[in-house]
């Protein structure tokens, strides 16, 4: 599976879109992106995954480049509920069941 | 739906005890999996399982055992606990196959002194 690299971390004002970014740049056509958030010490939570296109539910969207690189999960309008650690994590899709973590991103929510 | 328990929520071990990790969910889901998440850090696979009677070894396994006797359950031993495994221990369900989220329990903190 491929790497991830991630700011550390990231400032948004509540109410505001906040955008993070994940470059992935050795990714196989294979390969999908993921999105998970960690939030205090709670387990992971799903929030979106997607191969080429652009993906959007009820939580965010998700922008994946041309060249799959490179892409970004947007929180619409972020709360403070929203302070959490994102991982973006790229993965085969047909894999047993491994999600490779980096350290992600530290997302704080500034009222 | 309880979704994916894990006991017990906190545990502390002298060094050299065993002892069984327990984890278990209810939306019937094929792979199960173990993995620990040491300060700072994302979390790190240890085993996982791809279904009843089937387990494999992850990214870091050694120092533990797992069998999966039930779709329901996967057990995670230490069997001889080191100060180097005092980390969270979160376990994580999903259905097979297809590009699908995986579940995951709220963690057993262990601190093995």
């Known amino acids: 599976d491929a790497k991830t690299t991630q700011p550390t971390s990231m400032d948004c004002a509540e109410g505001r879109a906040a955008n993070l970014p994940c470059n992935h740049s050795t990714i196989s056509g294979n390969e999908y992106v993921y999105w998970y958030r960690q939030i205090h010490s709670q387990g992971p939570q799903y929030i979106i995954h997607g191969l080429k296109n652009n993906e959007t539910n009820e939580m965010a969207s998700l922008i994946i480049t041309e060249d799959r690189k490179s892409s970004t999960l947007i929180l619409p309008h972020a709360t403070l509920r929203d302070t959490a650690v994102y991982y973006c994590i790229v993965r085969v899709e047909s894999g047993a069941n491994n999600l490779f973590f980096g350290t992600g991103t530290r997302l704080t929510v500034i009222p | 739906n309880a979704g994916v328990t894990q006991t017990p929520k906190f545990q502390v071990l002298k060094t050299g005890q065993s002892m069984t990790l327990q984890c278990a969910q209810d939306?019937?889901?094929?792979?199960m999996s173990w993995y620990r998440q040491d300060p700072g850090m994302g979390l790190r696979l240890i085993h996982y399982s791809v279904g009843a009677g089937i387990t494999d070894q992850g990214e870091v396994p050694n120092g533990y055992n797992v069998s999966r006797s039930t779709t329901e359950d996967f057990p995670l031993r230490l069997l001889s606990a080191a100060p180097s495994q005092t980390s969270v221990y979160f376990c994580a369900s999903r259905t097979g196959g297809g590009d699908n989220e995986q579940f995951f329990g709220p963690g057993t903190r262990l601190t093995v002194l």
């Open positions: 939306m019937n889901h094929e792979y």
